[in-house]
């Protein structure tokens, strides 16, 4: 960058530019949420046919670029910001500089040297020449410089050769900056058309990871998330910072936004939404890529068959990875299901409140805003959950919604939970404790974020529904710590690590448990996951007497009258019945998530 070019640069006019991204961005964004759930949500409550179909299918098109929009504008925003804040040091160097040399009736010249004019004592009739100080960048020759302005006869060469310098050094700064942000700025495009496609998500993703690298000084900056801080110290962060900064953050650092529990639903659902689409676009990429299986069996004659050398080499490089894209991909579809039945049947929006596709892979999703609800259930699946099958456990917290919102006045939010790593083989995995204890910690803060973030007066009423192993997990965050919730719903227990329904940090007689007919699970799983209880017991002592003294008793499950919870009615059977529509366990569990407890019948 020359000097010309750093007299004229104005870092203000940027970050101007930066607002009006951000506002654009801000209006995609409003779009965006009016075209899913309000025009399309509108239309699946009230519209059936081909044409609906169609103009639904271009509404989503439409939503999509929208929210493509929004997630460009917040990277060009924040790299326009982040280029003012790098550039302006340099920028305020150059303009003292030329201050000051106007003050002195300096010259300045086209490369940055200044001219000084004639000045000091006068030796032999001649006052000394004036002359030009070229600026200096390195320290050693500054440094002489500095000494040699003690000695010079002309009092203006000192003073001329540091606004030469302070010029140089400006420069330099400026052109850095410039050659660091310019290519990076450029790559922000898009392309001429009105597809978003894989592709461009997956460029999304790299011009994120591109600004967040040269952005790095300025992000900095931003007050960072407290490390392992707690729901209310994560509220709180959020609330201290500026309206720009959120932005900021939420545009650089969606993936950690979108994870930390205390901050809004519409917030987390925002920063979530952006890490699906960009996965998704990644994901498709690099499943495409893939190449075809190839044949898997050679001929050995009479001796059988053997692997092919091509088939094992795919088996090793890529077998693995592509099972574990299909399988990431195919719960996104679900998530996006969801998305697409906003409006269908009274369905209220979704909010995509946690996400990550590592390992068996991380979902959250709730039905309706529990910051704004009167009534929050949060749902915990057990063995073989995972982000693949998502969509069953979904559809169980729709059909709980449904039930609930059918019984209050009030508002209504069901959230499927799966948060945690869950035991994947029934027989290999299940009996483990630590899959449990491992994620409970996770449950009791997610809860105690639902707490954080209701507005309601009451602060609002939450149940935790836990199935199967999803109970255990739930009875490991009651024994760990605080489990943040008002009741507990259990179906299909195979016991929660505690012998007494009051060891499960609610109110007495808030345990509510279902056991199916034909439920095999609780019975097998007493010895793994059972709690104890001590109880005064009388022994025979002898051929007469008997004794008194404290007996052990282990193995304990919810469906055990001893351990004390309020036995609901089912008229289903087996392990994986409790959602059926219109059963009698359905509706249990949703007059217990809205409190009408008069409505729960026992057995």
Not at 42 to 70: D, P, V
Not at 297 to 302: A, D, I, V, W
Not at 535 to 552: C, E, L, M
Request: proline share 5%; charged share 20%.
């Amino acid at each position: 960058m020359d000097l010309t070019a750093l007299t004229s640069l104005k870092p203000s006019a940027y970050e101007e530019a930066a607002d009006g991204y951000r506002a654009a961005g801000a209006m995609a964004a409003r779009t965006k949420d009016e075209v899913e759930n309000g025009i399309a949500a509108a239309m699946r409550g009230s519209l059936r046919g081909e044409a609906a179909e169609a103009a639904l299918a271009q509404l989503a098109e439409l939503t999509k670029n929208f929210h493509y929009i929004q997630v460009e504008c917040g990277l060009v925003s924040t790299g326009l910001s982040a280029f003012a804040a790098d550039v302006l040091p340099a920028k305020r160097k150059l303009d003292a500089a030329l201050a000051d040399a106007a003050a002195r009736r300096f010259t300045i010249g086209p490369d940055g040297s200044v001219g000084y004019p004639a000045a000091g004592d006068e030796t032999d009739g001649h006052r000394p020449k004036g002359g030009t100080a070229g600026g200096l960048t390195d320290d050693v020759a500054s440094a002489i410089a500095r000494q040699a302005g003690t000695f010079h006869p002309n009092p203006h060469f000192r003073h001329a050769q540091t606004c030469a310098n302070l010029i140089s050094e400006a420069l330099a700064e400026a052109t850095a900056a410039d050659r660091k942000w310019a290519p990076a700025l450029r790559r922000l495009t898009a392309d001429d058309d009105l597809t978003v496609s894989n592709a461009d998500w997956a460029d999304a993703a790299h011009d994120m990871q591109d600004i967040r690298d040269v952005a790095s000084h300025y992000l900095n900056d931003i007050p960072a998330p407290p490390e392992n801080g707690g729901p209310e110290d994560n509220a709180e962060w959020w609330t201290n910072l500026s309206a720009q900064e959120k932005a900021d953050y939420l545009a650089m650092f969606p993936a950690q936004v979108g994870a930390l529990d205390g901050l809004p639903a519409e917030v987390r659902d925002e920063a979530n939404r952006t890490v699906l689409d960009v996965t998704r676009g990644k994901y498709q990429l690099e499943l495409a890529a893939i190449p075809p299986e190839p044949t898997k069996f050679r001929s050995l004659g009479l001796d059988g068959l053997a692997y092919t050398d091509e088939w094992l080499d795919w088996h090793h490089q890529h077998e693995n990875r592509k099972a574990h894209l299909e399988a990431s991909l195919k719960g996104m579809d679900s998530i996006q299901k969801r998305f697409d039945q906003t409006g269908a049947k009274g369905m209220p929006e979704a909010y995509l409140l946690g996400f990550s596709p590592e390992g068996n892979g991380r979902a959250i999703i709730a039905n309706g805003n529990p910051d704004t609800a009167d009534h929050t259930a949060v749902y915990v699946p057990g063995t073989t959950a995972n982000l693949s099958g998502i969509e069953g456990d979904i559809n169980r917290m729709t059909r709980v919604w449904r039930e609930a919102n059918s019984m209050t006045a009030g508002d209504v939010s069901t959230v499927t939970w799966l948060g945690y790593d869950a035991p994947q083989n029934i027989v290999l995995n299940s009996p483990d404790s630590h899959f449990a204890n491992e994620g409970a910690p996770d449950f009791s803060r997610f809860m105690g974020g639902l707490h954080t973030t209701n507005t309601m007066e009451s602060g609002g009423h939450h149940t935790a529904i836990g199935h199967s192993y999803g109970t255990t997990l739930i009875g490991s965050a009651a024994r760990q710590g605080d489990l943040n919730v008002d009741d507990v719903v259990l179906a299909g227990s195979p016991g929660v690590q505690v012998g007494r329904a009051t060891d499960l940090d609610v109110p007495e007689g808030h345990v509510w448990n279902e056991d199916a007919e034909g439920d095999p699970v609780p019975e097998i799983g007493r010895w793994g996951h059972g709690g104890a209880q001590e109880t005064d017991a009388v022994r025979p002592s002898g051929p007469d007497g008997y004794t008194s003294g404290k007996q052990t008793i282990r193995g304990i499950i919810p469906s055990d009258e001893i351990f004390g919870a309020n036995q609901m009615g089912t008229n289903t059977s087996g392990h994986s019945d409790y959602w059926n529509p219109g059963s009698e366990s359905l509706k249990n569990q949703a007059a217990v998530v809205v409190g009408a407890y008069g409505k729960v019948k026992l057995k």
